[in-house]
């Protein structure tokens, strides 16, 4: 692991080289990750609308958004702690830590994995059936997203990447067999299945075995976070799939497909975005320790950055012959193109704003995030079922996108707030010495 200069520590030119070049060498690792998982997860998402058509696709994509939840339940009592806490220290703190962590991520999956089966087998129908085989594979799931921050933590983005490679390679056969059969059940096991060979793989990696009976000591430790961030990320997804749900309701389950499909031509983006997101915490903290008047202009660098790249993606998709859009998503390309520039805008608002995310996050302002989220989420669900209501699919998604940007602003004034805290609470501490 890298050592950290600490606050006061006098610092070369050839230390602020070699520190940048060490963050420049992070981000990179944590945009070729992500790059492999959400185009893996792209080429899944086209795979099956392809193979299985707009409303099993909306089907999928129901068991998909419900996964997202659960994945954020995991990250916010397992791993969003993790790498606020345990970023850039020892080897040792680490190793412990992650054991803790990953088994945390692990019984998460298990229990909300046995809700999940429950549900889908009282439900009955492809729905259900869709619910009980995502069930069976959350646990799986969850531990490949664990090892995944847990590299990431301990600046080992080379590994993360290692990782979602295995998964992309263990899903081609996977998808194969699926296609064979057909179904919507049949696509939710082979991605599961083969995220949980990845999982296993991220095991002999960190040389690390998940503690499960760690979990409780782990949840207590870092309540102050893990409460806060829990429900932080879930309102975040659980507004996603309310919005999913409620779209499905108000215009039919082809609709949410619709909005799907709309999501995966921005996938190459918002690889950038995601692999950014794994890394940015990590290194907002580093700045904090480094240079705590910094941190400010990084995050507003980072959020501007993606959103202008997600608006100049955008652009370019309007020029997309209708052919090559039918060639990609068959049948969904035509309601999915019209979508293009609502999603788009909703895409750079929420860049925008996670450059204020990262920054509270490292603060450890949990307080301030929270709020952020839970305002942010409100504007999100009212937006696009208001909008689903007064003017079906295409009203739902420009809902969605005044809401987002609504809700990045929201971002920007709590982050200026907890820098304001943290400035006069470093004065006082310097008083008080």
């Known amino acids: ?46 795979y099956v609308a392809r193979s299985l058509g707009l409303t099993a696709f909306g089907v999928f994509s129901l068991a998909w958004v419900t996964y997202g939840v659960v994945l954020n339940v995991s990250r916010g009592l397992a791993t969003d702690p993790l790498v606020v806490r345990f970023s850039g220290v020892p080897a040792s703190s680490w190793r412990a830590a992650v054991a803790r962590s990953s088994g945390t991520a692990l019984g998460v999956g298990a229990a909300l994995g046995a809700v999940s089966l429950l549900v889908g087998l009282a439900l009955g129908g492809r729905v259900g059936t869709a619910f009980a085989c995502l069930g069976v594979v959350l646990p799986g799931l969850l531990l490949q997203d664990a090892w995944r921050f847990a590299f990431f933590a301990a600046g080992a983005g080379r590994k993360a990447f290692v990782n979602d490679m295995v998964w992309g390679v263990a899903l081609v ?53 893990g ?31 619709v909005i799907r499909g709309a999501e995966l031509l921005l996938g190459p983006f918002l690889a950038v975005l995601m692999g950014l997101s794994l890394v940015t915490v990590a290194e907002a903290a580093r700045v904090l320790r480094r240079a705590p008047h910094r941190l400010g202009a990084f995050c507003l660098l980072l959020g501007g950055g993606q959103a202008v ?15 090559a859009g039918e060639l990609v998503l068959g049948g969904v390309w035509s309601a999915a193109s019209e979508l293009i520039v609502p999603v788009t805008v909703g895409v750079a608002g929420a860049g925008l704003g996670t450059g204020a995310a990262a920054g509270l996050r490292a603060l450890g302002a949990a307080r301030h995030s929270l709020r952020s989220q839970l305002i942010a989420s409100a504007c999100y ?17 420009w809902g969605v996108a005044a809401a987002t940007v609504c809700g990045s602003a929201v971002w ?22």
């Open 412 to 433: 920007w004034l709590q982050l200026r707030a907890a820098l304001r805290e943290h400035h006069q609470n470093s004065i006082t501490e310097v008083r008080i010495t």
């Open 1 to 46: 692991m890298t050592a950290i200069p600490t606050e006061g520590e006098t610092t070369t030119p050839a230390d602020r080289r070699t520190a940048k070049r060490a963050i420049a060498g992070r981000l990179s690792w944590g945009l070729a990750d992500q790059a492999a998982s959400s185009m893996s997860n792209f080429a899944v998402g086209i």
């Open 227 to 257: 409460s806060r961030y829990l429900v932080e990320n879930v309102t975040n997804s659980g507004a996603s799939q309310l919005r999913a749900y409620g779209l499905g309701a108000i215009v039919g389950v082809g609709a949410v497909g």
């Open 309 to 323: 790249a997600a608006l100049l993606w955008g652009g370019a998709l309007l020029l997309v012959p209708d052919r």
């Open 381 to 397: 669900v009212v937006g696009g079922l208001g909008g689903a209501a007064a003017a079906g699919t295409v009203g739902s998604a």
């Open 173 to 225: 056969p996977a998808m194969v067999v699926a296609a064979r059969v057909g179904s919507v059940a049949a696509f939710v096991l082979a991605w599961g299945a083969s995220a949980a060979v990845a999982a296993a793989y991220g095991w002999l990696q960190s040389g690390i075995r998940p503690r499960p009976a760690g979990a409780r000591a782990w949840l207590r430790e870092h309540q102050d976070l």
